[in-house]
Nanobody
Framework: QVQLVESGGGLVQAGGSLRLSCVASGTIFSIGSMGWYRQAPGKQREFVAVDNSGGRIRYADSVKGRFTISRDNAKNTVYLQMNSLKPEDTAVYFC???????????????WGQGTQVTVSS
């Protein structure tokens, strides 16, 4: 069993900052990528940022220069520092991890339950 638990969401004014955290726990052998996606009301889930390990990081164009993703591999944790927040950043933010549970299992995608981020104008 693998669990991803996000925290750090909330309500913030435009221009403010939030820091999201996501901890992966359970039976984990190796974690490849860890990243963040978001889903606004009435819209499809979209990519925000990913850390593919080894310093390979990508961002959606809409958040470049404002959001920073980082990882603590010792804690199986990924963070998303969000600065200069805009109302259009309002969404449920989901953590994603691609990992193997055991030495001989395949890679699987796991998701957290999501944390709400609301940016007021």
């Amino acid at each position: 069993q693998v669990q991803l638990v996000e925290s750090g969401g909330g309500l913030v004014q435009a221009g403010g900052s939030l820091r999201l955290s996501c901890v992966a726990s359970g039976t984990i052998f190796s974690i490849g990528s860890m990243g963040w996606y978001r889903q606004a009301p009435g819209k499809q889930r979209e990519f925000v940022a990913v850390d593919n390990s080894g310093g390979r990081i990508r961002y959606a164009d809409s958040v470049k220069g404002r959001f920073t993703i980082s990882r603590d591999n010792a804690k199986n944790t990924v963070y998303l520092q969000m600065n200069s927040l805009k109302p259009e950043d309002t969404a449920v933010y989901f953590c994603n991890a691609r990992l193997t549970a055991t030495w001989n299992s395949g890679w699987g995608d796991y998701w957290g339950q999501g944390t709400q981020v609301t940016v007021s104008s």
